[in-house]
């Protein structure tokens, strides 16, 4: 299968400091990556440098089979990537924050597609993203993501504040998403989703990969969810 991202060595520093060491991945196109790991285990700083919000310190980056690991600017403009719900302007409109990112609202409903509905943006669009709560924003961070139309995208915690109804009805979105071609790369806590959605993926503690989840090894978590939650939660542990 295609890789549509294959990174070999990458490092990322924050405040000086490695966060990442020496990290490799490979992502086939058109499929679901799962990162999880414990708080401080570097998931974000490694999808912030995947994104182009952060330098690599070191290593490649291939996406699409172009080396991007010195071009910030290049990797940003390949991800729809989506901003941390509490950086959107309180002073605009959500229409106005998809606007920006999309055209217009025309454009931005057919390149959300399935999404738009389970974030159920159409109820949102006149509300001023200061009178959001942290759910509502995190809906309009994660529409951002795909407004722009990218054949990649990247979300850290997608789930994170979402109601039980809009969890269910993303991840199923999303997943279809997934089949309709997209590359998907989320950092993930929920133990379930990476269970019944993620193809592959990878755990990271302490900046370095601790465990590799292979295909076969998330279709039996699929298939037995709760062992594998166990099995997670022993290595998390550990
Ligand atoms: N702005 C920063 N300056 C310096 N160090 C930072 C900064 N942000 C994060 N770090 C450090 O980088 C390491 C990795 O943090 P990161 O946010 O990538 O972890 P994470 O796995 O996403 O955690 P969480 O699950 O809590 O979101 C941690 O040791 C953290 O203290």
């Keep these: ?82 901003p941390p719900g509490d950086t959107l302007p309180d002073a605009l409109r959500v229409r106005d924050v998809l606007e920006c990112v999309g055209g217009t609202m025309e454009e931005v409903r057919a390149r959300t597609g399935s999404v738009y509905a389970a974030l159920g943006l159409g109820a949102l669009l006149d509300c001023w993203i200061g009178d959001c709560s942290a759910g509502m924003r995190q809906r309009v961070a994660i529409a951002a993501a795909f407004a722009g139309g990218h054949r990649l995208v990247i979300l850290d915690e997608p789930f994170n504040w979402l109601d039980p109804v809009a969890v269910f009805d993303l991840r199923r979105a999303l997943r279809q998403q997934v089949e309709d071609g997209l590359t998907l790369i989320t950092a993930l806590h929920d133990l379930g989703t990476l269970a019944a959605a993620c193809d592959t993926g990878l755990m990271l503690a302490g900046g370095k990969i601790a465990m590799t989840l292979s295909h076969d090894m998330l279709r039996a978590a699929g298939a037995d969810p709760h062992a594998f939650e166990q099995r997670m939660i022993e290595i998390l542990r550990s």
């Design 1 to 82: 299968m295609t890789a549509a991202l294959r990174l070999s060595g990458v490092t990322v520093e924050r405040g000086g400091q490695p966060v990442v060491e020496a990290l490799d991945l490979s992502v086939p196109q058109g499929s679901w990556f799962g990162v999880i790991g414990a708080n401080g285990s570097g998931k974000t700083s490694l999808l912030r440098a995947l994104a182009g919000r952060l330098p690599f310190a070191g290593g490649s980056c291939r996406i699409e089979d172009q080396e991007l690991a010195a071009d910030r600017a290049a990797r940003a403009a390949r991800f729809g990537f989506a």
